[in-house]
Structures are given as C-alpha cells and as structure tokens.
C-alpha cells in the first residue's frame, strides 16, 4: 500500500514558462527510458521478487522514489506550459514569426488534451506502454536492465540539460542527474553483491553451460567488412565469465542447410508447386498417452 | 550493403511438428527481447557509430550474424508448424481432447495471416515495434543496453529449453544459448574496453559531475518500509565509480513546495476558482533579439 | 446496412487555408475523444445490444450520424491543407520566417503520406487504434462513457474553436458544439430513463451487493496529505445510490499481509535463495472429474 | 512524493494456484480499464489540477489508492501461477488432456518473459498504454470519465467474480467490487458537488452557449431505420441541462454541399484531370504583419 | 452524411455458436486485411479524392458497402459466442477436457470486455488502428492497395472457409468470398480505367522520369545466393511500362563510399575520438534570404 | 546466413545539413511503406516462400537489396543533422526566428533520444511495427501487395524529392526513384510469370469459386447517391478474371435479417429485459465424440 505527501520530493520552479522546452521533457515522463519506465519496472520488478530481504526492499525503495520523479517532471511541464500562445489562431502568431515558431514546436496535445498540463506521452507525442519495462524474476538480468535504463535516463536528462538555460529547470535537472548517477552505481553495486552472495554469476541465467554447444560460446562471427573487430579483448583472452577464452572466427561458414520452408497445407493456400512432397501430419496425434490409449481401444477406427 | 547466402548460419530441423511451441518461439522473434530486436538495435548502434574502428566493426559483425537469427528461428517456426491441425474446425476438434487443446495454445494468426509461417510479433500475437531498440550514440550507455538484451534474451531462451524435449529444437537452442553466452561476455568485454581507452567512464554520460547536485548523487532514500535496504553495498562504502561514499538517508524529507499546476487559460476550460491568480505569458515574447527591437523600432505599440 | 449521400451533414467551408491548424483539427478525427472513437463505440454498442427497441434505435441514429461527423471533418482538413507550403524546401522556406515557422507546425505526414488530406490519426501523428471504444453490453456502464466521451469531446471543440478566427472553420464548430450539448443531454436522459425503466440502478452493474464487502464499499481512504478530502459530500450523508452512508477513514490502516510472491519454479530462473520454500503444483492436475477418474483406474501410476 | 508500506491494502491469499485465471486477471492490471489506467489517470488528473482543497485532495487520496490495486492484483497473478506447467513440453501435455488445455489457456508471456508473474498488459497480452486515461483539467469533464471507468471496473470485476470457484480470489474481488461501488457513489458526488460549488454546470464545458447554433443542440437526427428511437426522453421535454427542449427529426436532410476536396498539389501527385482548377495559396503568406511589412518595404519583389 | 437500416447485407445466422471460431473471426473484423480496413481505407480515398465522377462514386458506393460488412461479421461473432463457457470456473471446466480446451481457445476479452460480443481488434486481440489504412490520393498507387488488401482478405476468408463445418457460418462466407472476388475484378479494372482515361501509367507515380537514374531503373542485382533469380521475365525482356529493357547484374558492387555518421554535437555525447573533426554548421543559419540580410545590417555581430 | 559490406549501395552525401529534411525522411524508414517495410515484407516472404527456385531467389536478392536501403537512408538522415540546433535553448532560438522555426520543425527524439541519429520511426516519431507486413505464403496476393507497396514508397519518395533542393540529396532520391521504377515492374512482370507458369490465377486464391455464390460475385451494389459509378468498365463488360460478366444494382436491397445479437449470459451482465429469450448453450458440449461418449457411459449423470 502506498502513502502520498503533497510535497515534492525536489524543487520544480522555472524562472519563466516555455513552452517549447515542455514538449521536449515529455521524454523523461512517457519516453521509453523516461521515469515512468523506470516506475512501473521497478515496482513490477519488487513485486515480483522471490527473496525476502535486502534486493526487495531496495527495489521497493526505488520505485517509490520513481513515482515522485513523474510527479517532478508532470509539474514542471505543467509550470513551463503556463501563459503558452495555445490558443492563439494561426492568423495572430504569423504576425509574430517567434510566436508562430513556438507554436509550431509545441506540443498540440499538451493543449488540445490535457488543458496545458502533461500527457503521459514521449516528446513526440507517442504514449508510454507496457512492453517498454522488464522484469524477468532473474535478478541480474533485470539488474542490468536496470544500469541500462538509468544510462540512457541520464544521457538524454544531460542533454536535455543542454537545450535549456532557465536556472529553475536546470536546478531540477542537476538533482535528476545525480540520482541518475547514484542509481547507476547503486544497481551496479547490486549486481556485485548477487555475484558475492552467490545468487547469480556474470553470465543470465546461471546455467545450461554444459549443454550449450561450448565452441560457440566463445567466438566472434567476421561477418561485415570492416577489418578491426578483432582488435578488441572480446576477440582475444579470457572472457569476463572467467570460464571462456575468446577466438576470431575470420572467414565463418554457415554450418545450417538451405533454409527452407516444408511442404504446406493446401488449405492455407501457399503457393505451391509440389516439390516440397506432402506436409507430415503434426506430431501430437501421434503420442497419445493414456487419453490416445483409450480412444483406440474404443474406436480403433478414430484419427 | 548486405549479401545473403542460402544456408542457414546452423541447423533448424525439428523431429516433428509442434504447432503449440511454434506459437513460444514467436516470443525470440518479435518480443521485446528477441532477435528482431537485437538486430535493429546493432544495426542502428553501428550506422550510428561516429568512430572508425574497432567498435563499430564489431557492432556490424554482430548485427549481420543477428539478421540470420531471425532466418533461423522464423524458418523453425514454420517447421514446427507443419501439419498443424489449422484448418480442423472446432466440431472436429471435439472429438479429441488433445486436438482440441492443441488448437486452443495455438496462434491463430500463424494460420489465417501468414498461412503456416511466423508473424512479426510476440508470443501473444502482439506485433514488435521499433521502440524496443535503442542507439543512443553514447556507446556506454548502449553496450550496458546490449548486454541486458543478451541477459534477458538467454533467460528467455533457457526458459524455452525447458519447454519441448524435441532434440532438433534444442539442438538450435544450444546453439543460441551459446552466443547468448558470448554476446554477453563480448559486451561486458567492450565496456571495459571503452573505459581502458579513456573514451567513456563508469557513469553514462560521463560529464556534468560538477553541475550535478553531489549531495545526492550517493544516498539511498529509505521510501518503503522494508528493513534491509541498507544491508548491501550501495548504502555504504566507496561507489563503483570511485567518486562517492554511499550513504543511507533513513527518514527522509521531501525538499520541493507543495505540487500544484499553475494557474491555467481560461480558454483551455480547466475547472478554477480563481485562487492561484492570473497566469503569466511565456518567456518567449519578451526576448526579442534583434527581429524584436526591429519589430519594436518600427511600431512601438506591438504586442 | 448502411447508404450514403454526397451532401455533407452541415457545411465545410473555411474562408482560407491554415495548414497549422490542420494539424490541431486531427485531433478531431483520430485522437482518443475525436469523432472516429464515438462512432465506433455506438456503432459497436448499437451492435451488441440486447434489447431491441429505443436504446439500441437511439444508439444507430446516433453512431450513424457519426460516421458523417468524421466524413465532415476530413473534408474540413484537406480544404485547410489547399495551398499548404508542403513541397517547400527548407531553404527557401528559411528565406521567410513565418512559412519556415508554418512548415514546422504542420502534420508531415498529411503530406507525404496522404497527399494533402487527413490520416486516420491524432494531432500528433498517433494512429487511432480499436482500445479507445468500449462496448461492454452494460448499458449504464457503457451511457457513462458516452456522456464522457462527450464531455471531453466538446472540451476538445470549445478549446479548438478559440484557435481559430476563420468564420467558416468556426461555423463548423458551432455545429459541432451543439451537437455535443446535445449528445451530452441525450446520454444523460438515456441514463435517467434506463433507471425509470428498472433496468439498470446507479452503481454498475447492479448487481452483488450482498457479496461485496459492505464495510468497504462507503470509506475514503486517506492516503495523500491534503487535509480537506473530507470536507465533500462523498465523505458524509447519504451515497447517490440511496444505499450506503459515506464515510471518512483518516487514518487508515493496510488489511493484508506482506506483499510476496510465491516460490518459483526453478526451470523459470527467477533468483532465489530458496527461504520460501518449494512451489505447490498447481491445482488443476489434482481435481481430474470423470475424465481424471477413467486416468487413473486405468493407469495408476500415472502424473 | 510517496512512500510505501509493504503490506498489501486488502489480504490476497487464493486457496490454489489457476494459472489460466491468472491470465484473465490481467484484464485489471493492464486492460483498458484497469487498474493502471484509474492510477494513472487520477495521478495525472490530480497533478494537473488548478485548485487547492477539497477536489485536489480527493483526487490524490483515490490515485493513491489505486496503486496498491495494482499491487495486489499483480501479487494475486503470481499466486496463481505457482506450479503452472509452464515449463511442461507439448509432449508431456498431451498425456493429459487437461494440462493441455491449461497450457493453452495460459499466457505464454506471464512464463517466457516475466518468469511466472504478471505483465503490465491486458487479458489478451496486449501492453497497457498512455492514451488510456484522460486527464483534461476540466474536473466535470473529467470525473465522468472516473464513473465510467469505475463502472466499467466494476461490471469487468463482476464478470471474473463470475470465472472463479477459489475463495481467497473471490474473497480479494469482494473488497474490489466494494471500492468500485463506493468509487462510482464518490464520483457521482463529486459531480454533484461541483454543479452545487457553481464551478461546472451539466454540459461540459460550461461555456459558448451563445455560440453554438442552439437550434442543433437539442435535435435527435433519425438516420436508422429503427422505429422506436422517438420514445425515450431524450426526443421529447426538456434536456438535463434545464435549458433546451428536446426535439425530434424524424427525416433529417443534409445541411452541406457535396462533400469534396480541393484541388490538389501537383507536386504531391493526386490524380487529377484538373476539373476543380487551381488551388489557392495557403492564407499564411498574405497576412504579414509588421514582418511582412518590414520584408515588402525593403524587397518589393519579394514572395 | 450517412443513413443505416436495421437489415443486414446478407443473413448471418450460425447453426449453432461456436465460441473458438468466434476468436478467429475477429481476424476479419479488426485484423490488417479485415472489414475494417477496407471501410476505413476507403472512406478516406473516397473523401480525398480531387476528382468527381465515377471514380469517386465507385470508391463511396464500396466504401458504404464494407461498413455494413463490419456489422454483419460482428453480429456473427455475437451470435457465435451465445451460451459459450464464458464464466465457467477453471475447476469446472476441468471435469471436462473439451470445455477446458475450449476455453483456453477462446479470447478473454470478449467476455470479460465485450461482455459476449466482438471486440474491434484481430484474432490475437491486438486492436486494430489507423496506420493499416491508406489513401494517398494517388489513384493508381491506392487501386494497386485495394487490390491487394481485397486478394489478403480473400485469402483468408478462404482459409476461414476451411476451418468451419457450420452452414450458416459457410454460407456468409461463401457471400463474403464472393464479393472479394467481384472487388478484386473491380480494382483491376478500375486499374484499366485509370490508364485508359490517360489519367496515370504503370509506374507510380507517373513522372520523374527523366530525372531518376535510368540505369538503375531496369537491372536485378543479384545479392543472394539462389542461383534462378534470373530466369523470370523481371530479369530480361521489355518491362510492364514499356519503357524499360530489364537486365541481371549478376555480381554487383556497391557504389557508395563507406558508410559513416558525421562528427557529433559533443552535448549530445556520442561517443567520440575526435576522428572525423568538429561538426559542421547546419545549412539554415547561412542562406539568410531577406531577413537575414536585414538583421545582418542592423547588428553585423549576430550569429 | 548474410553478410555486410561497409559500402554503402549508393552514394549519401548531402551538399548541406537541414534538420527540417531530416525529420521528413524518417517517413522513408519507418513509415508504413518506407524502407524497413519492404526490407521485413520481403525478408518474411523469402523465407515463408514454399517452393525452391526463381520465385524464392527473386525475393531474397530483393530483401537484401532493402536491408542496404534502410541503411541508406539513415546514413543521410544522420548527416543531415550535422550542427542542427539541437542543443540551443529556446531563448537563444528566439533571437532568430529562422532558428525557432526549424527547431519547431525537427523530431526531437532524434537529438534527445538518439544523438543526432535517425529513430525506427516515421516523420511523426511513431514507431514502426510488424504489422506493417505481409507475407501470407500465397504470391499473387503478396506480390500485389509487393507492387503497392513500391507504388506507395515511389509516390512518396517523389513527394519528397519536391521538398528538398539540395543536390546531393536529390541524387540519392535519383536513385531510390530509379530502384521504386524498376520494383514495380518486377513485381508486376512476376505476377505475369505466376499466372503463365499457371501456378496462380487473376483472383487470390484461385479456388472456392463453385463455392462462392456466384450471383454476388459481379455486381455493383449503389450504396452512395453519386450518379457516375456504372460508368466503368467494373459495372459491364467482362470482368479481368475473364470468368464474370459485371452488372451493376442501381437499387440495392439488403438480403439479410434484421441485426441483433443474441440473448446474452446473465452473469456478463449485459443491459437486458428478456425478451429474446434464454441463450442457447454452445455447441460444443453437445457434440461429444470418442470421449464424451466415454464420460457419458460412465458418468450418465455428468453435464
């Protein structure tokens, strides 16, 4: 269950509105990696953690902390729409050809929609959705998913921080980025303490390395021109699992058959020519088990 | 420019159909984290590399190999799905069991849409889209991205593993576990790579660490009740960057005003009282710059 | 089945282009309250209804006008778009700032996807999709969403109709505006009449109020800070339905046990240090009704 | 800012795992009216609105609220997945009939993707998204929008009542259909007390009554041939709105010329054969203002 | 504007329901090739047409046609989904494996949802959405859609055909089928028409080309391995245009330079070792036209 | 399995960069008929493709060829972003208001989220997805949907060739113009080829036509008031599949029952007063089969 304090977790203040700058920061509430991914991720992610203890509750902690930055950045938005040219006719702004700018760079759902607030949308007006957040149960996976999502968070707030020179907003933006900073060391700290406590090791998931096929668990691929890929550590030495040492495969043969599809069912009307011979009937008939062993004894006619 | 052979890069031959693991697989082409994903995500990383070399050639090796991946799994698909009983109507299926429930964990648009062939779309028929990748340009922030993907890739593939026991199949799984196994290693190997060069740090973007407010740049808030959040590393001792000491904030206070919108337009219709005033106009109208002071020099009485 | 006439419900006749409000106008069609949603929506309504007589008459006459409702304001933006400066090119558009400022305001894809008309889109280029109608067969349930489809459709027009100073767009809107008043009346009395008729009560659906849990179905929960959400009739006195007494829980108190997931099934590789113990098997294998019953007097040792 | 306790709102404990259960419960989680969407929607509706007190308050007591619904609902999902034979192959499945069925009646993704917990998506698998909830600022507008979305709520609630025999799920969706009940009650009074506070009337929004054409506000337009359209009180007395007598059109005739488009850019290739002439030029160019002025004075020859 | 009758186009009426065909109809209602594309795709070309006539009148009267296929398919899925096991438990439903599997078969939301009714999205439940549409206003370029969403749709009606044994359900197919047979014979000659009339030619658009490559406008290059790519009538011979000799580059090489990004914005932090030098200046600030050269006289300074 | 040159398949050197253009050519990337399209249309083709030979060859030669496109297109795009305004805040923008314009004209995700590169996105940043596609395994029916979706691509690749004047992008448009010419054609020839190797006729698929009814299959039916329609050779005359003779129905009458769903499941709580009755059970349960006749020996008392 959750609480809620009318209080923002930081200051949201511009100097001035700017309208311009308020369709852009709809990329930190509704873009792929803005603070509404990084929400509804973590709390899946806590939710959906199988440990008592200190990785749930870390998780807990963030995602709380996650739902307040779309309260930040929701507002700020609100606060830098206010006074917007929105309802100007296109007649009025050309005679200004800032004003008629400025229009042109809004947002015209931010008007249209929401009445000169948020919408829970990227920067080009494309809503937030579900597939954007991952949380697999496998803590170093999602973990990593973690490190990534706070990196490209942080990359576009620091542009972001670039595309503005209003000091209120850039107070706002110096306190995400150092979150995004301690968040980026915070998982990645997590993930060295799953590896110390031994839950899970550099490679996701922790297992199936004797059935994997080994020689191609350690190999680059030369499959693009370009003549420098074998000069990295990926290509040479021992692979950070420790288990692997790394090879160049320079000119790699494919090692499948011509790829090709089988015979299809004439009802599904493919074009066809016969070559392929007759489709084989799915497998599942053809394994009965016990419910198959009945019917035949009663009907040994029957499929 | 691309070229293709017609072999396959390994073998895809199922021992027998299998229409309800066909409908699985689709989740390593079109989901979130399947192939198709990785292969437009490396593609667009490495066209939208800005240095010769090393990177950037690995990135399209790996690319190029990832469009025969969806070759693979798209061509075992459509094995699978041979002789599947599509075109049995429900009354038929009644009459066995199995039949019945074979047809029911089918993807029914496996039949009508692609007529025995895969979609471009997840196990639950949802189509991919092109937000799932992303190439940021930061080669950081990108390869942790690339590594979560290969993370969450063979979690998934190892879950699928589980799922059939037909030899072919995980003859072709065994194969993609293993460069799921080196995918990963070979991007942690290039992250710690790009940090020996000197081109990018621990922290994505690796810039703006004066501006950025340091005082929270390394404290956990505590926001959920949970008692062992400060138990790990990130909550004490030296961060992975090197640069900060990780502390816990036990109780703590949000530091912004109350939330609150600004006064609106009244032609947006936002239901109001009154009580916050009039709002201001943007900022934009008074910084005219040269166009303004023209403007302003020739008529005075200009808004 | 449905006919068609040439002549358009009400006149389309702008007194001059404005390919910026073009833009603004698409909310109109495609957005998630414009006028493709509420024709779907009665459309599907009148189809699903189970009564025949004057709901369902009403609901055709209504999604019927509709249809025309969208034909109307398609035909309003391609006469906006005549003339448009679209195959500008950007140098010669930067020779003048307000065509430069018009080009960056308008819809590209009007353009070069439809070649000066409307797309079946929102007014940032977003496609209309078949989740923004709902046609649950519950007529109050459904009423309801009719009365805000309405409501936020007329917002949307009375916010448009100050954007504009061209008295033929605005004539149109004059149009639109009345008919959304009355929509909104109408769906209100259908609502009225629904309850008169005994069909349907206040709470949707009217039904299983003896199973719910009475002692919640009348409490506010605080949660948020503010200090005044007591101080609405929804928290004192009697509820609309005549049937529950309000009632105000100022401090309230979480009912259920921690949040956790169950064990997990280890072939799955959630994370686990293995504290809550093994997973139970699901239920369904072990109530097996007759079928189960022939199973296991035939084979015994079977799963 | 939030905090959270870790102690779910109401008790979730079903008595045995349902794994295909568990994939009709994402209808609440992830479908368009569940519980995601009123979180988010009374999150914005309340970050967005422009008065302190009372309504405020409500609106963030109630998002708060619904938080926790996502929580206990998604930890609900992931109880009923415990044990699922998600990692059963086909051919293990069809041993048994019944597990067959199951298998098929599963969402593949509450296995592949999310290792035996939930997915932020709908019933169907289909991801939740930003366009699902409204947040227009106009509080008359918007409140409607919560009783249908409550209403809807609660009638897809009463339906998954319905699907289950399990006490401790129906136990957990008798507090849910009681907050819906209370939910619908609340908004209605909300309503109320808005109309009684004299900040919005009946008809939304509560302007641009002169405006309007008043004698199509308060016409039902008979375009389906059903008969009975006429005997409801929406065609006869007086609207809600106590301000239009209500009228019926029984043969309605178009009020507007031919619907047709302009004549089109040559450069954007519609076909033609020129029969409509010339198209104008966009109205932008000619009205300069003081710009325009400035550019004619200095280059007659000028565009 | 619009007119409906309450009769259907052509009788639907089921034998008896059949809930799991009653998901895979969705396909034609809501999928990209459905009824709903067709209404919608021409509705928009009919409304953009820029020519009155008979290709405009063709295009409304089939255009009017299709909304009433929408009803007729969406009545059918009602009618199959009556006394469907909507809201049997799972535990019921496991006393017998046919109910069980056909509920597994069955799609969530047209029960939960729709409340026994169709749901405007294809046999997956993905929702359909405008971007399936198109109308270009190019005649030639929209037939040649037309053609080919009328043969996808008749494919699949086709393979519909097959997997039903009901008579009713076969008959509206065999109405169904019939008509995509006529509106392919339709679109074609439509096809004949436009050439005909001179109106368009066999290449889309009918222009530019004297300014495209011509030597690129007629040869195969050959960049996969099969080895009969050539012996088509596409690989020699005079083209459908007439225009046109076809040839076979049997082994092409590429003719650009390497590909390669431009030097980065070093405040969008691409990673970059300075390589390829500074950025240059976009184009726009240089070619001032006549208010640059005013600005540039009044403040020589100015960027 | 494939490989990649570094070359690119055409020269992209843009004389200058124009952020402006920049955002208008996503349309050819991510567009519903841009380049990735027709890269995975012809891709999914290939491999679905059923018969070894020219046919399959074909496609895949072509499908390779559009992966390089793809590559093309984002290699101008991110040259043509070079020292875009990206970076600039909206204060120093309005002191030029050339600038203001073309930052109102740029896609903001291409600076904030990709760094001065393209998006997998068309020109409104809406995201590409898979179900753009087609590939149903039939050819004449993908093959028309092959040369629609060159026409479409070509239109608009013309469109765009209007908008632009630089030299080095008109060159590449040259090319892409050239490549859309001649994929036309061959689409078109090898439609030719199908029908004269007798594999596919004129209407997809070519079966079912003693099935259909035939009387529905050459007509006309006069839906909308346009008095032109019958003056096409799709309303006499023989029509293409040289097997109908096309009539047109002046005075179309519909042919089926009054639409109405049928009576509904009381526990889905649709609006209902009776009076159509109780509902039918589904057929299924009735149809027993092997197994039902074993349930019912055994248990005559079960349902």
Redesign the interface.
Request: charged content about 20%; proline content about 6%; aromatic content about 8%.
């Given at each position: 269950?959750?609480?809620?304090?009318?209080?923002?977790?930081?200051?949201?203040?511009p100097e001035?509105?700017?309208?311009?700058?308020a369709?852009?920061l709809q990329?930190l509430i509704?873009?792929?990696?803005g603070e509404?991914t990084v929400t509804?991720q973590y709390?899946?992610q806590?939710?959906?953690?199988?440990?008592?203890?200190?990785?749930?509750?870390?998780i807990?902690?963030i995602?709380?902390?996650e739902?307040?930055h779309?309260?930040?950045i929701?507002?700020m938005v609100?606060?830098l729409?206010?006074?917007?040219?929105?309802?100007?006719?296109?007649?009025?702004?050309?005679?200004?050809?800032?004003?008629?700018?400025?229009?042109?760079?809004?947002?015209?759902?931010q008007?249209?929609?929401?009445?000169?607030?948020?919408?829970?949308?990227?920067?080009?007006?494309?809503?937030?959705?579900?597939?954007?957040?991952?949380?697999?149960?496998?803590?170093?996976?999602d973990f990593?998913?973690n490190?990534?999502a706070e990196?490209?968070g942080?990359?576009?707030t620091?542009?972001?921080?670039?595309?503005?020179?209003?000091p209120g907003v850039k107070a706002m933006l110096?306190?995400n980025?150092?979150?995004d900073?301690?968040h980026?060391?915070?998982w990645?700290?997590?993930i060295?303490?799953?590896q110390a406590d031994g839950?899970?090791g550099?490679?996701?998931?922790n297992?199936?390395?004797d059935?994997?096929?080994?020689?191609?668990?350690?190999?680059?691929?030369?499959?693009?021109?370009?003549?420098?890929?074998d000069?990295?550590?990926?290509a040479h030495g021992t692979?950070?699992?420790g288990r692997?040492e790394?090879k160049f495969l320079a000119d790699p043969q494919?090692?499948?058959?011509?790829?090709?599809?089988?015979?299809?069912?004439p009802?599904?009307?493919?074009?066809?020519?016969g070559?392929?011979g007759e489709?084989?009937?799915?497998?599942?008939?053809t394994?009965?088990?016990?419910?198959?062993?009945?019917?035949e004894t009663?009907?040994p006619n029957?499929?």
């Open positions: 269950m959750f609480r809620h304090t009318d209080h923002l977790q930081f200051d949201v203040a001035k509105p700017d309208p311009v700058y369709r852009k990329e509704g873009g792929a990696y509404m509804m709390l899946f806590g939710w959906n953690c199988r440990m008592k203890g200190k990785y749930k509750d870390l807990m902690d995602a709380t902390e739902i307040g779309v309260e930040m929701a507002t609100a606060r729409l206010e006074g917007a040219p929105a309802t100007e006719s296109t007649k009025n702004a050309s005679m200004d050809p800032v004003v008629a700018a400025v229009m042109g760079g809004m947002d015209p759902q008007a249209i929609v929401s009445g000169g607030g948020p919408n829970l949308a990227d920067s080009n007006g494309v809503p937030w959705n579900g597939r954007f957040i991952v949380a697999s149960g496998n803590l170093l996976a990593r998913a490190v990534a990196a490209q942080r990359v576009q620091a542009r972001l921080w670039h595309m503005t020179d209003d110096k306190f980025l150092a979150r900073t301690y980026q060391n915070m990645l700290a997590a060295e303490e799953l839950l899970e550099v490679v996701a998931p297992d199936l390395f059935e994997e096929y080994e020689e191609h668990a350690s190999t680059l691929w030369h499959l693009s021109d370009g003549t420098e890929s000069k990295g550590r990926w692979a950070p699992d692997h790394n494919p090692l499948g058959n011509v790829q090709s599809g089988p015979p299809p069912d009802k599904l009307y493919a074009t066809y020519d070559g392929l489709p084989s009937n799915a497998a599942l008939g394994e009965k088990g016990v419910m198959g062993n009945i019917k009663l009907d029957a499929g």
